[in-house]
T-cell receptor
Framework: DAGVIQSPRHEVTEMGQEVTLRCKPI?????LFWYRQTMMRGLELLIY????????DSGMPEDRFSAKMPNASFSTLKIQPSEPRDSAVYFC??????????????FGEGSRLTVL | LAKTTQPISMDSYEGQEVNITCSHN???????ITWYQQFPSQGPRFIIQ???TKVKNEVASLFIPADRKSSTLSLPRVSLSDTAVYYC???????????FGAGTRLAVHP
């Protein structure tokens, strides 16, 4: 059974470039979360969706960040323009209606972003 | 949101039992207690969750006292492969926002 699939696994880009991170949640899951992890700030919740609708984006750092979920099997996190301080590992997680209420999320392997 | 407090780091040796305690004084009636494990270069992995008393699975046990203001994750007979960061979280009932704290960095030595 496939888990949460993220791409790319690694991305190196230059400051000012647009970055798009992709996530395919586990089939049947209706909640999707984007987290960012750095040494300094730990794991930060950026945004989460329920049934493809953004519910809370208060963690999105600034307008350069945007996230979409056009359908139940795909989500993107876009950074435009990227800056060196955006360098981090970005995780996507998904869950179903029952498990999400008790805090059980399934995480992908993450996308490591380096902005030069 | 209920804030959690847990030790920054712990050290243990192979074969020992490790207990990591987390405090969550502001936990509400509908909240669940959840623990995750994270290895380097991997995403967090759900270990165990509970509401009260004791929960056990093939990986760990979770002890929750009657007042639910704390919980203890117990790892029996740890091995080197249990070296990881362990996060305690409170899942707000009906509100799908999971906030991770700093976690406890467990180092298991030979």
């Amino acid at each position: 059974d496939a888990g949460v699939i993220q791409s790319p696994r690694h991305e190196v880009t230059e400051m000012g470039q647009e970055v798009t991170l992709r996530c395919k949640p586990i089939s049947g899951h209706n909640s999707l979360f984007w987290y960012r992890q750095t040494m300094m700030r730990g794991l930060e919740l950026l945004i989460y969706f329920n049934n493809n609708v953004p519910i809370d984006d208060s963690g999105m750092p600034e307008d350069r960040f945007s996230a979409k979920m056009p359908n139940a099997s795909f989500s993107t996190l876009k950074i435009q323009p990227s800056e060196p301080r955006d360098s981090a590992v970005y995780f996507c997680a998904s869950s179903d209606r029952r498990r999400v209420n008790t805090g059980e999320l399934f995480f992908g392997e993450g996308s490591r972003l380096t902005v030069l | 949101l209920a804030k959690t407090t847990q030790p920054i780091s712990m050290d243990s040796y192979e074969g020992q039992e490790v207990n990591i305690t987390c405090s969550h004084n502001n936990i509400a009636t509908n909240d669940y207690i959840t623990w995750y494990q994270q290895f380097p270069s991997q995403g967090p992995r759900f270990i165990i969750q509970g509401y009260k008393t004791k929960v056990k699975n093939e990986v760990a046990s979770l002890f929750i006292p009657a007042d639910r203001k704390s919980s203890t994750l117990s790892l029996p007979r740890v091995s080197l492969s249990d070296t990881a960061v362990y996060y305690c979280l409170v899942a707000i009932g009906g509100y799908n926002k999971l906030i991770f704290g700093a976690g406890t960095r467990l180092a298991v030595h030979p």
